[in-house]
């Protein structure tokens, strides 16, 4: 995966295919004060890449890291075959306790 190999290769640390008890992320980079976690979707939105994330509880493991979260969404566009959107929020606090 191209994504995998771009973080490792600026000196992140990254993960692909997290699993928990829920299913699987997409990827993960860890940074020191901030965590982004990745869905993808090739057949959806970024919405839906959202939604999965909160629904199946992929950044529940890391909340009590006391690092700032991240989740983004990202939607590939079919007919470019490449990113299509991509949407970024911060998990709210209030939601990690």
Do not use: H
């Not at 829920?22 to 959806?44: H, I, N, P, Q, T």
């Not at 509880?57 to 959107?85: C, H, M, Q, W």
């Amino acid at each position: 995966m191209v994504f995998y190999l771009v973080f490792k290769l600026l000196g992140q640390f990254v993960e692909a295919e997290i699993s928990s008890a829920k299913g699987r992320a997409d990827a993960m980079v860890s940074c020191k004060d901030y965590l982004y976690l990745f869905e993808f979707k090739l057949k959806g939105t970024a919405e839906e890449a959202l939604r999965q994330i909160d629904e199946k509880g992929y950044l529940l493991p890391y909340a009590a890291s006391g690092r700032t979260l991240y989740k983004i969404g990202v939607e590939f566009d079919p007919v470019a075959r490449n990113l299509g959107r991509w949407i970024i929020r911060k998990d709210p606090p209030s939601l990690r306790s």
